[in-house]
Structure formats: C-alpha cells, structure tokens
C-alpha cells in the first residue's frame, strides 16, 4: 500500500512500545502538517480541513489504532508538498486523499494489498451558469449532487456536438477532470485537437490542451514537449496563468532546456499581473540560491493574496529560523 505500511515489516514482535509511540507519534504529525496555516476561503487549506475532518472520523481512527499498519506520514507530506509548490490543480491532491481513503477500505474489509475560493452550487444549471460567467471557475465550482453532474455532462456534450465551442471546452475540461485511463486522455486530446485546427485563436482552449497533455495518464514520449508547446500558444495572450506555467516548464525542464533565469524572467511578468504562484516561483528561486533577502518580499506579496505556499514557505525558512 502506498500511505500505510504493516508494522511487522519495520518492528520486531516484541517492539511493540515503540511500535505504538510512533504510531501516535505519526498521527499527531500528519494532523499538525494538516492545520499549520488557515487562510478563510483557500482551496487547499478547504481540502486540508475535508481530510483532516476524515483523518479526525471513526472510518479513519478506528482503523488506523486498531491495525496491524502504520500511516506512512513521510510519503503522504512529500506528496502533499509536490501539490502545494505545483501549480495547485486539485485534481492532484483528491486523488492521494482517494488513495488514501481507499487504503482504510482495503484494510477494514480484510484485504491485502493504491489558491481561491469554492463555490458551492446545487443544479446544473447554477453551474453552468457560473462557468459562462467565469470559465476560471471549473475548479471552484463544487456540485456534490451525482444526478445533477450527470445533467451537466449530457448538456455540455450537446453543446459539444452542436458546435458550441465555449461547451466544447467545458466538455473537454470534464472529460479530462472525470479521465480514468489512457484511452480516456487520448480521446480528450483527439477531439481537443481537431477543434484547435479550426480555431487558432482560443486560450482557454490552448490551456485544456496543455492540461490534457500533462494529465498522469498521458505518458507517450511527446509529453513534455507537447505540455511546452500548448502553454507557449496559451502565452501570447498574455494570459498571467499560462505565463506562470510556461515559466514552471523553464524552470522544471519540461519540454524545454531548464533556464530558471528565463523561468524568472517570465514569472515576472506574471507576477505584475498578481499571478501569486508566479510570486512564490520568485521566492522558491531565491530560496534555492540562499538568497533570502530577496526571496522574502515574493513570497510576503504572494502570501497575501492568500497562497498558502508562501505561508508555508515563510513558516518553514523564516519563523522558524
């Protein structure tokens, strides 16, 4: 399993003290890492508090205390830490919090052994709405109901075979959230791609693209390439989000030769746009060079625009100096 290891793998049968004590020793850890910033409002610290909620519930506490198995807290924080100094997808983070939902399910059954607000709406035709007054919005837009979510997938689908375009996409952008397979991915690009040669000049498109490129189930050798490429097009819009991922390909190396002076370059123009991750970018640069009295005012002016990787950042190397 990935976030929980038996213990009779890392204790002999008769450490059962120390077994226990880092056992609550974890669990006291991974609820801290859980609640150390709280911004009202941020996506991820919305997403701390639902899996804190779940780690804190008898599904959760019964299972873990009662079980041959020990949380993995080291994994789960690395993982947790490549969500939050990404570009803060949420798909990401809810599919670890599903793994590790779905590792509690294995162990109770016996088995052996996988930066905004949310905008809670409750039809489709609120978030529908919603979307065509802020196509930003898609991964704001919280509709629980599996009834209604199936209503907005038929109607985007036919806005999709009618020639919609702005449905089209939204179409595109479910198919690639709700992707559970290669096949899936790949469907998602074919027709993102025969839309894109009929119209050129669609950035949100551009982006769905890029997106769809980079999803986990993508895995073909032009990947990076392609990933580069998409976000390049989306870019000359001057599109501040698009700028501050084509800065994260020169910075990472992705589909491009690494330039992080370039990287910066282009965060900046980003970050004059208020982009707050392309400020954190700024701040993470100047932190891996030891430069930390430049590093400080970007991660400040991107802390207060609420990103809670700045504030984890200013808390881990300057509060706690």
């Not at 610290?45 to 909620?53: D, L, P, Q, S, V």
């Not at 803060?88 to 809810?94: M, S």
């Not at 590093?295 to 200013?314: E, F, Q």
Request: overall charge neutral; proline content about 2%.
């Amino acid at each position: 399993m990935k976030y929980f290891v038996n213990y009779t793998q890392v204790f002999g049968k008769d450490e059962s003290t120390k077994r226990e004590s880092l056992r609550l020793q974890s669990y006291n850890m991974l609820i801290h890492f859980l609640t150390r910033k709280q911004i009202e409002g941020n996506v991820i610290c919305y997403e701390f508090n639902k899996m804190k909620a779940y780690f804190e519930s008898k599904d959760f506490t019964n299972i873990y205390f009662l079980s041959p198995y020990i949380f993995n807290q080291t994994q789960f924080v690395k993982d947790m830490m490549e969500v939050i100094t990404s570009s803060g997808e949420t798909n990401r983070f809810n599919k670890i919090f599903e793994t590790a939902k779905e590792e509690i399910k294995m162990i109770s059954t016996g088995r052996s052994f996988q930066s905004a607000q949310y905008i809670k709406v409750d039809s489709a035709d609120e978030y529908l709405a919603k979307y065509m007054d802020n196509p930003h919005s898609i991964n704001q837009l919280d509709l629980e109901d599996p009834h209604e979510r199936e209503v907005v997938m038929a109607n985007v689908m036919d806005g999709y075979l009618s020639g919609n375009e702005i449905l089209s996409v939204l179409y595109f952008k479910l198919l690639i959230k709700y992707a559970a397979s290669e096949a899936d991915i790949k469907k998602v690009i074919r027709l993102a791609e025969e839309l894109a040669s009929k119209n050129n000049n669609d950035l949100d498109l551009f982006t769905t693209l890029a997106k769809a490129y980079n999803n986990q189930y993508y895995q073909e050798k032009d990947k990076n390439e392609k990933v580069f490429y998409w976000y390049q097009k989306a870019s000359c819009f001057n599109d501040p989000d698009s700028l501050y991922m084509l800065g994260l390909c020169y910075f990472l190396g992705i589909g491009a030769l690494k330039d992080r002076l370039k990287a910066v370059s282009i965060w900046k123009e980003a970050a004059q746009m208020n982009n707050s991750d392309a400020a954190s970018g700024i701040g993470v640069y100047y932190l891996s060079i030891g430069d930390k009295t430049q590093a400080k005012p970007w991660l400040v002016k991107s802390a207060a625009k609420g990103d809670y990787k700045a504030l984890l950042l200013l808390d881990t190397d300057f509060d706690r100096k």
